[in-house]
T-cell receptor, first 116, second 113 residues
Framework: DTGVSQNPRHKITKRGQNVTFRCDPISEHNRLYWYRQTLGQGPEFLTYFQNEAQLEKSRLLSDRFSAERPKGSFSTLEIQRTEQGDSAMYLC??????????????FGPGTRLTVL | KNQVEQSPQSLIILEGKNCTLQCNYTVSPFSNLRWYKQDTGRGPVSLTIMTFSENTKSNGRYTATLDADTKQSSLHITASQLSDSASYICVVGLSGGSYIPTFGRGTSLIVHP
């Protein structure tokens, strides 16, 4: 399977714990995006990387959230001191930025986080 | 403020019937508009993409239209199937160097047998 993969698919944690999610993009894609989606809503942008550089972060990304893409391949999203309001689906997408390319984003299956 | 509004919020139809979903946007400067299908518990999958100069695009039983003057798009589904039950999300991309598209909230479609 050469699509975007995310792990774990589901995570249940207690309030106050830290969690980390992983995203493996399509191998040749240089851009990687993180989104958060709650029930009945569209995805909300959190942050994106071009190669290993984090180029933009949403105001939604509080100090408890941190994302890395150390080698320009896979990425991790960590949430510290989780709160019940963090419960959501966390989606990762990747795209290939190239002249004349429409920058289509390919999404992974998401990680469903439940904070008890 | 860049916004994408979709209607209806939800829709229930019988298998075999046609339906049309609407998307209005205020995103500027406009680059492209995509319709995504998102099955429950899955990530979105692209159905169609249209740029400023295109006013219709088909993908099987899905046909998208774009009126860049009125900033409206529609997604028409012909001869619906049970597998069409999903959320359909309209996404508008910006030109000028921003790579963060604006997402609508989606229309939840349920197809009943």
């Amino acid at each position: 399977d050469t699509g975007v993969s995310q792990n774990p698919r589901h995570k249940i944690t207690k309030r106050g714990q830290n969690v980390t999610f992983r995203c493996d993009p399509i191998s040749e894609h240089n851009r990687l995006y993180w989104y958060r989606q709650t029930l009945g809503q569209g995805p909300e942008f959190l942050t994106y990387f071009q190669n290993e550089a984090q180029l933009e972060k949403s105001r939604l990304l509080s100090d408890r959230f941190s994302a890395e893409r150390p080698k320009g391949s896979f990425s991790t999203l960590e949430i510290q001191r989780t709160e019940q309001g963090d419960s959501a689906m966390y989606l990762c997408a990747s795209s290939l930025a190239r002249r004349g390319n429409d920058n289509e984003q390919f999404f992974g299956p998401g990680t469903r986080l439940t904070v008890l | 403020k860049n916004q994408v509004e979709q209607s209806p919020q939800s829709l229930i139809i019988l298998e075999g019937k046609n339906c049309t979903l609407q998307c209005n946007y205020t995103v500027s400067p406009f680059s492209n508009l995509r319709w995504y299908k998102q099955d429950t518990g899955r990530g979105p999958v692209s159905l169609t993409i249209m740029t400023f100069s295109e006013n219709t695009k088909s993908n099987g039983r899905y046909t998208a239209t774009l009126d860049a003057d009125t900033k409206q798009s529609s997604l028409h589904i012909t001869a619906s199937q049970l597998s069409d039950s999903a959320s359909y999300i309209c996404v508008v991309g910006l030109s000028g160097g921003s790579y963060i598209p604006t997402f609508g909230r989606g229309t939840s479609l349920i197809v009943h047998p």
